[in-house]
């Protein structure tokens, strides 16, 4: 019923910058909380940053100051800029958003993941 679908993952040197988009479609009333979330090998999936639909947002501590998410909700997108990329920054990113589907209730959603690989 929703899709989530990501994109701006690839290659960036360290210290480098890439733009990550996420864009989600079907049959949405309305969106809750949006949040990028990451995957490195051997690594459990961690939250790298979230926003509230009222504009509110939450880092984790190791991307503070580097990375910035916004949205903008009336194309259902959330984006994740990264700034000054570290070489520990490199993992699967996952787009995550509750969603209140129409006629339902609210669901959460994943998107299919896009690599970021941050190397020399």
């Known amino acids: 019923q929703v899709q989530l679908v990501e994109s701006g993952g690839g290659l960036v040197q360290p210290g480098g910058s890439l733009r990550l988009s996420c864009a989600a479609s079907g049959r949405i009333y309305n969106i809750n909380d949006m949040g990028w979330y990451r995957e490195a090998p051997g690594k459990q999936r961690e939250l790298v940053a979230a926003?509230?639909?009222?504009?509110?947002?939450n880092y984790a501590d190791s991307v503070k100051g580097r990375f910035t998410i916004s949205r903008d909700n009336a194309k259902n997108t959330v984006y994740l800029q990264m700034n000054n990329a570290k070489p520990e920054d490199t993992a699967v990113y996952y787009c995550?958003?509750?969603?209140?589907?129409?006629?339902?209730?609210?669901?959460?959603?994943w998107g299919q993941g896009t690599q970021v690989t941050v190397s020399s």
């Open positions: 926003i509230t639909s009222g504009g509110s947002t």
């Open positions: 995550n958003a509750d969603v209140l589907v129409v006629g339902s209730y609210p669901h959460d959603y």
